[in-house]
């Protein structure tokens, strides 16, 4: 798949998160927007996955570790084709099986259920250990906020990853540089961050997480890379594709109203038949 047909996915996926979010008059825009293209980059490039067959055995896995920006994880999902499109609507509504964080028991494609920030690295690396000790050749990919890794666990999970030399695992962090409470500078620095996982025996690449060559690139470079595990730090904007929304940390946790909801869309629907016309 070319660049232009990722970033036509993106836009889609995009589209579908603030209708979500919307339609649930809650939800965390700002960090799903921001993720939007690494999620589209997963899932339809490089991780070996089937929606017709959803817990086949040698699937690689995914943990969505900041398991708030689950508008994110569900809209690349619907649209990979793990469910309709239009369930995107029922987010956090009572009996839906789209809830405001991520639920393996409900929903096709979630191989983990995530949501107390820090812990969804810790399940990845023991499933990235379970892979190893089983002789399993699937790989195990797991995305953080910039914001989650100021909590101690992260790092716990890290220096038990580079310590087992888990070279079928990879973290990502999306750097949006935001969380709910500011800059994330100001909140309570994790800066350096690439040197703090070098420190624990990571492989890391800094990555632009908006350029798909830039994706390509360091996803590939994990694969090549044996013996320590990945983590690639992929620098983002909060809130990605919608103006009014980039760079603002109030959209980490609030939902569009109606009028806001349709100037996002438009903008949207207008930056996706700009990349028609290309």
Known sequence: ???????????????????????????????????????????????NVDPENPKKEDRDRFVLSKGHVAPALYSVLAHRGYFPVK??????????????????????????????????????????????????SYRVYTLLGDGEIQEGQVWEAAMFAGHRKLDNLVVIVDNNGLQIDGDIKDVCSPYPIDKKFEAFNFHVINVDAHDFDSLSAAFKEARDTKGMPTAIIAKSVKGKGVSFMENRAEWHGSAPDDEKYKAAMEELKKAGEALCQK
């Not at 070319?2 to 998160?17: H, M």
């Not at 789209?98 to 494609?109: E, F, N």
């Open 87 to 136: 369930d995107l609507e029922t987010l956090r509504h009572v009996g839906s099986y789209l809830q405001g964080h991520p639920d393996m028991k409900g929903t096709l494609g979630v191989d983990m259920s995530s949501g107390s920030l820090g812990q969804g690295i810790s399940v990845a690396t023991g499933m990235a250990l379970s892979a190893k000790m089983s002789g399993d």
């Open 1 to 47: 798949m070319n660049n232009k047909e990722l970033q036509k996915i993106a836009n889609e996926v995009r589209q579908g998160i603030v209708t979500a979010v919307h339609s649930a008059k809650s939800g965390h825009p700002g960090g799903s927007l921001s993720a939007a293209d690494i999620m589209t980059y997963l899932y339809y490039e490089e991780m």
